[in-house]
């Protein structure tokens, strides 16, 4: 991408959750370049979003760690570029994709079902990837699996939005709520058996929308307890700690 010029096109807006500003653009190559996409993403913090730089600069950071910018699971990476006039902002070129997860309806056929085993390999291998450096990747979504070739012989799917990854144990309250790991809703932190329940409550969701998370829930106040429910509605035997047990167990830390 070095030996290429762009031309922006088109802002994408996504599915209204991500904090970046996003568009799609044109590359340009240049006299000896080869291997040059056609279409590029660029990537660019909202000034108007908190934490949009912060979730940028550590989706940066996430690419540098051992094995991640190299994994065919994962977009690839090309470039970060500094505004040209004074250099305070910062725009990111990555691998463009046609589509999501989340745009492609479900279907119960065999092309629906290669595309589930493709999907559920890319997301596992990222998994395996992030585990070997002790993170945990805390935003998988249907929005965030980026697909390709859809209607062709060969499918390929990513994992995309590294800007959650963060060192294992560290993070609480994190994963989007239809993703939440149990755990995690009882108060510990997001830890690598919590990325293997996001992956699988990401094709459940995908599957049957509205079977977990808060969605359907009368009030944003119980958006928690909603989701929870529907996870012991699932899972009878899980146990939900009472709040005296819960308090108890907070206080030992």
Known sequence: MACSG????????????????????????????VDIPQ?????????DVPHSLENLERELQSYLLPGVASAACYRKLYETIRDPTDGSEKY?????????????????N???????????????????????????????????????????????AKVGDLGLVFPAGQRYN?????????????????TEPSQVWAVAAMLLCWIKAGVMGQWDS??????DAWCMAKIKRLFPDWKIPTPDEFERKSSKF
């Open 110 to 156: 065999m092309r629906i079902y290669a595309l589930i085993k493709t999907f559920l390999r890319a997301a596992l291998e990222s998994r395996v990837v992030l585990e070997k450096q002790n993170h945990v990747n805390t935003d998988f979504k249907p929005a965030n699996i980026l697909l390709a070739g859809l209607g062709c012989a060969e499918i390929t």
């Open 6 to 33: 762009i031309t922006v096109f088109d802002a994408i807006n996504g599915d209204n959750t991500h904090t970046s500003t996003v568009f799609r653009a044109e590359v340009i190559p240049h006299n000896l370049a």
């Open 174 to 190: 994190a994963q989007p709520y239809a993703m939440r790991a149990p755990e995690v809703f009882v108060g510990q932190p997001c």
């Open 39 to 47: 279409w590029a993403l660029i990537k660019a913090a909202s000034p």
């Open 92 to 108: 990111v070129t990555m691998e463009w994709f046609d589509t999501t997860l989340a745009a492609v309806k479900y279907q119960p």
């Open 218 to 223: 009368p009030h944003w106040l119980i958006d």
